[in-house]
Nanobody
Framework: VQLVESGGGLVQPGGSLRLSCVASGFTFSAYPMGWYRQAPGKEREWVALIHNVGGRSNYPDSMKGRFTISRDNAKKTVYLQMNSLKPEDTAVYYC?????????WGQGTQVTVSS
């Protein structure tokens, strides 16, 4: 299993970014995919989840309305569209899949929200 994130960078408050995660090594269409983030000095927190059937998505209440997760099974890619970004969204963002009993993570992509 390999997950490779991209799309992070420096953005001003109120701006937008779209993160991508390309997956390989497993049957992408058969698994829910998630995004997490970890800010300096804080624990990793869940950001979004998209199910493998029907494209249904879930978010913590704090992320609803600003973040949108989507997937393209043909491209084996999951996306995270982030709008109205705030300085507190600054973190390393990770793609996640649980295959069997094991969690797999990408290397992360840094998102910095600052003026």
């Amino acid at each position: 299993v390999q997950l490779v994130e991209s799309g992070g960078g420096l953005v001003q408050p109120g701006g937008s970014l779209r993160l991508s995660c390309v997956a390989s090594g497993f049957t992408f269409s058969a698994y829910p995919m998630g995004w997490y983030r970890q800010a300096p000095g804080k624990e990793r927190e869940w950001v979004a989840l998209i199910h493998n059937v029907g494209g249904r998505s879930n978010y913590p209440d704090s992320m609803k309305g600003r973040f949108t997760i989507s997937r393209d099974n043909a491209k084996k890619t999951v996306y995270l569209q982030m709008n109205s970004l705030k300085p507190e969204d600054t973190a390393v963002y990770y793609c996640n899949v649980k295959v069997g009993v094991r969690d797999y993570w990408g290397q992360g992509t840094q998102v910095t929200v600052s003026s």
